[in-house]
Each structure stands twice: as structure tokens, then as C-alpha cells.
């Protein structure tokens, strides 16, 4: 019953708003921030999707931070042939030099305009329309706008599979929080708000010496003095263009999974309880397998439908309609997953 009304819950709320008409942004101008650490293929690949978005007003804010590729050339070249592109190089003589939040906020002062964009190197828009998209968010009464990130998937793989269905679930998560005004995560890749309430609430001041989540905490900062929206409209998507291994994604996960320390109380428990209860349920119903193998099976046939019933729509909108032929397998990996994770933290927590 736990499960029941978290899925009613989580994966209809983000979806309950629809957009009548023609898409109507007021003329503002737009500041795109973009953190460059060693990316110079990302920069020749992925830039130019941002350079030709279909916006009237905006500037490309490139924020090298002591790079020693070939990055800050190819920044340069990119400056020569696009007027709009505004270049903040950070070199290690600078105070706190090793940290991104620091070459975050150069960047922000740096910027002309008070909306601002935050965009990663590895990714691209889903369509021209991503500015757009996200500004159209951004009126005077928001400050803080959240967009998804799809991931790069592969012709077939059972690792890849796992990795995108959890990031859709941790996005539904997110979202249905953030609608709820009760933001607490959101993507590097696809985040704004306006450059007045990074300054209200001091900017990443109160975590400046934690070395990530710069928008998990940035949330917590400004939540009391700001409106959050989502953007879900599939225009306003970026995809991931680098394929992201399970290493990776467990050592993020673990990161991530830290940084909820910080988060509220009531947060931290409806997280926990979505999490255990999901846990208690396959425990339950495996166990009653072994006992009654018929009301097992039904128990699991139940739940798998409502799951189905609840979760189609969100996986049709967030455009990973694959992941629902192996449902069943990815929601018992999930479990897993987080369990073995939870101990490894608690052996080890990961540096923050």
C-alpha cells in the first residue's frame, strides 16, 4: 500500500500541468554558464548545438578552469567566429583554484544577464528549443527552474538499462518534490535561476570547501526565498553524449546518497520510507513465494500492474519507453542496488 500511493504519487504529479497554446517567452536576456574541465572534444562536438539554439537574446558564458588540454584554444577559436561568447579563464594562481563552485560563481559575476542557464560540455539539447524552453520557465516570479537529462544508451545492455531506468526514477523523485515546493535535487546539466538569488542567498558560500552538489545545496539555500519550477516539455530535454560506466555511476550515486545529510528531515524520511518500503515489499512477497507460491505470484502480479499503471505515462513523457519491457527486473535490481550501496557507505563514506 506504501508503493501504491508513492507511485500514484510520484510519477503523476510532474505530468499534471499541460501548456495550452503557442510557447510565448517574453524577450529576456539569457546567460549560459558552462563549466570546462579538459573538454576539448566535448567542446568541438557538443558547442555548437548550444551556439545555434534559437533564441533572440543571449550570451555563452565558458568558464575554463585550468584546463591542460587544448581547451582554452579551442575556446578562443570559437570566440573569434560568435560575438555572444564571453570567455572566464581560471588559472591556478587564483585562490581556491581546485574548487568548481569558485570558477562557478567567476563565471556568474562575469555574466550580463540576470537569468542564467547552467549547461555540462557533455551533453546536448534535444532540440533548438532548449533555451526557449527553460526561459519560458523563468518569469519574475520563479528563481529556480529544473529540467531533465536523459542518458546516452547502447544497442543492449543490462548495465545501461539499469542506469537510465534509476536516473528516471530518481528524476520523478526530484521533480514531484520540486512541485511540491520542496526542491532538494536537480541537474548540473539542465538548471537555472536568476543571478539576483544566487547573490541573495550568498551563492555556495555556506559549501564552498564541499567540492559537489552545487545544485543539491544551492536548493537548499534559496528554497525558503524562492519558487521552483520543473520544465518537462520534451524540447527542453539534454541527452548525455558520453556513455556513463557503472563505476561512475556508483561512485556519483554514493556521492549523492551522502549529500542527503543536509537535506531536511521530512525529506530525508520520505526518501528512506520509498526506498524501504520497496525493499520490504519484494523481501515479503519472496518470501511468501516459498510459502504460498500462488498468493507470492499474485501479490507480485498486482503490484507490477498498478507499477505499470502509474509509470507508463512517465516513461512515454521522459522519452524511455525501453526500460518498461524490463521493469520487473530493473525494480528488483533497484533494490539491490541500494541496499549494497547503503552498506558500502557505511564502510566507507565517500569524499564530498
Not at 517567452?25 to 557538443?46: G, P, R, T
Not at 524501504?276 to 498486482?302: D, E, P, R, T, V
Request: net charge positive; with cysteine.
Amino acid at each position: 500500500m506504501v508503493q501504491f500511493i508513492y507511485y500514484l504519487f510520484f510519477f503523476t504529479l510532474p505530468f499534471n500541468t499541460k501548456r495550452n497554446g503557442t510557447l510565448i517567452v517574453e524577450n529576456k536576456a539569457i546567460s549560459i554558464i558552462i563549466y570546462i574541465k579538459n573538454n576539448a572534444n566535448e567542446l568541438k562536438q557538443n558547442l555548437p548545438s548550444i551556439i545555434n539554439q534559437e533564441y533572440k537574446d543571449f550570451e555563452i558564458v565558458l568558464v575554463n578552469h585550468s584546463s591542460s588540454d587544448q581547451s582554452l584554444e579551442i575556446i578562443k577559436h570559437f570566440q573569434q567566429n560568435h560575438h555572444h561568447i564571453k570567455v572566464v579563464n581560471v588559472e591556478n594562481k587564483e585562490a581556491f583554484w581546485g574548487n568548481k563552485k569558485y570558477a562557478l560563481t567567476l563565471g556568474i559575476k562575469a555574466a550580463s544577464n540576470d537569468s542564467l542557464l547552467f549547461f555540462n560540455i557533455d551533453c546536448k539539447p534535444a532540440s533548438k528549443l532548449w533555451i526557449k524552453e527553460m526561459a519560458s520557465k523563468l518569469d519574475k516570479e520563479t528563481s529556480v527552474v529544473i529540467g531533465y537529462k536523459s542518458l546516452k544508451s547502447t544497442k543492449f545492455s543490462v548495465k545501461s538499462l539499469f542506469i537510465r531506468f534509476h536516473n528516471t526514477l530518481s528524476s520523478l523523485k526530484f521533480f514531484t518534490f520540486a512541485k511540491l515546493n520542496n526542491p532538494y535535487k536537480g541537474f548540473q546539466e539542465n538548471f537555472g535561476y536568476n543571478r539576483q538569488l544566487f547573490f541573495k542567498v550568498k551563492g555556495f558560500i555556506n559549501h564552498i570547501n564541499i567540492v559537489n552538489g552545487e545544485t543539491d545545496l544551492f536548493l537548499k539555500d534559496s528554497k525558503a526565498v524562492a519558487k521552483t519550477q520543473i520544465q518537462l516539455i520534451p524540447d527542453s530535454y539534454v541527452k548525455e553524449q558520453s556513455i556513463v560506466t557503472f563505476s561512475e555511476f556508483l561512485s556519483d550515486f554514493r556521492k549523492h546518497n551522502a549529500l542527503r545529510s543536509f537535506y531536511s528531515g521530512k525529506t530525508r524520511f520520505f526518501l528512506a520510507l520509498f526506498n524501504l518500503s520497496k525493499f520490504m515489499f519484494w523481501l515479503s512477497s519472496i518470501y511468501l513465494c516459498f510459502h504460498n507460491l500462488i498468493f507470492g505470484l499474485l501479490a507480485i502480479a498486482i503490484y507490477l500492474l498498478f507499477q505499470y499503471a502509474f509509470i507508463t505515462k512517465a516513461m512515454v513523457k521522459l522519452k524511455e519507453v525501453k526500460l518498461l519491457y524490463f521493469l520487473p527486473i530493473l525494480d528488483i535490481s533497484y533494490v539491490f542496488f541500494v541496499f549494497f550501496s547503503a552498506i558500502l557507505n557505511l564502510v566507507s563514506k565517500p569524499k564530498l
